[in-house]
């Protein structure tokens, strides 16, 4: 009896008839009290109908009785599903302790590291699932994306072709190879992809985004705008899409760039979310009292007051309101003691001129907690310069050991380098679709490529990452080994890069003081250099200075000379600029950041 009654229920459920299968086993609960297999559906009834906590304890019953790889696996994503991540971790080994080869708990943990980011963890759970099931298609797909977060675009490609050669209307698999076809450079192809998946997954905001995206990337301005007007409309209240959309809206120079935000104002006003990126754009814009108006606004009309002041600080001291700036720091950490805003407080402090050993102080306190945070160290520098600690600010800066110039060597087919250089030069032409400079990177008067430039598989980019890899493994290779200090002892011998980008300055283009947030180790490769930079000061990049104003300004302590064909190396930590251009001749660069790889 209790066993035809059990099967009612799962009928109930396979049919999504979560409220009859919840009744049906409430009848029976006392007959069921010591089933697992009765726990375990009424587990499935409680989640069905969004009652997580009864579902948890009917899941915790049941493996209590009996365990079993398919309850613990179901608890594991019911975890999961709350972002539970070390509970899910643990049912989920759990569940493949008992049954290595129960595909659910293996696929679906391998998901929980891809979302998680464990990226290679998460290969190693989709792998171990195909060695069960080669042609299991979400298997197939998740390893494909995991593939394609590391940086693997080719077995991402394989793998997701592989999956739509069986079923060609796979959403997943067309998002996730069009994703891939627009990082390797196949714009046309990799908007057909996604162009197809939006169709069939008209709902799909990720798709929707990374269609916009392409669009970008293939020059097709009008589309890209359109289809981001579409995720807004969808999601208005999403920051990111915001963010996104006026990035792209800016360097084509639409007359629509920062709209969205003011609508999400109206909508939501005083709201962080949108008042302090919109402020910081506008400063970026070099409209500080624009910027003002917006974050003053929104503390008027009861926005959170520590976020609101932290960004109100940094605009008015680079507004030179030394003064003001510092009372609304101290307000911000006041509301809200944060990394954020006590990093803003010691840059307010320095700015101003006020007690610079309670910056070092506060920073000192910064990077013990975040070691990794290449800004901080920046920062932490500037603080030492401030304080007269000359020998750790040189033992932070020794640009005669950090800073390495090497000239790369011609590769194969070309009778020169000034042969091999054209052609890079000539193919990255092609890459410069923007109208302007982006407001929130370092340049003026000029622009830059759109994405990671070395994912791109071109013959100039592949030949340009050989050329400078084989320059960039001696100097790593030469670095000091000290454990105790922050930047040597990341040292692995290895490396990656992890982003890269071309940069053509104009007259009177010039990067600001600035550092790499992403990298452990910068570069910047000279391609074209005018004539007049052979004379000291037009186009050197300089280091030392900080990117941020101040009433006792530090100026720079250290230039070199940019060489066609060269490349100049450092740690991402080092504040840097460069002087402008006065020349109608461009400068072309290439740009990338480099992080140690793990043994």
Known sequence: M?????????????????????????????SGAESADFWQLLALAHKGLGQLKDAEGSFLKSVQLLPQARVLTNLANLYRQQRRHKEAET??????????????????????????????ASAQQFSAALAYRPEHLNAQIGLAQASQKLGDHETALALFRKVLSVDENNTAALNGLGISLKTLGHGGEAVLKLQKAHQLAPDSAEVLLNLASALAVADRSEEAVAAYEAMLRRDPDNPELHDYFNGYLGVIRHPDYLRSYDAALERYPGDPRFAVPLARRHLLGNRGQDAIHVLETALSQGGESSSLNCELSHVLREQGEFAQALENARSAVKANPSPGSERELATTIMAAGADYQEAQALLTSLVERFPLDQGLWALYTTALRYTDNAAAYRSLVDYDTMIQVRAISCQQDYATLADFLDFIRQSLLGLHITKQHPVEQSLLHGTQTLDDLFSRREPAIEQLTAALAEQLTPVIAALPKHTDHPFYRRNTGEFNFSDSWSVRLWRDGFHKNHFHSRGWLSSAFYLTVPPEVAQRGEGWIKFGEPGFRTREPLGADYWVKPIEGALVVFPSYLWHGTEPLHTASERMTVGYDILPASH
Do not use: M
């Open 91 to 120: 049912r989920y080994q759990q569940a493949l302790g008992l049954d290595p080869s129960h595909l659910p708990a293996r696929v679906n943990y391998g998901q929980l590291l891809l979302e998680i980011k464990q990226l290679k």
């Open 2 to 30: 209790l066993a035809q009654r059990l099967q009612q229920a799962a009928g109930f459920l396979q049919a999504n008839n979560y409220q009859q299968a919840l009744d049906a086993l409430t009848e029976i609960e006392s």
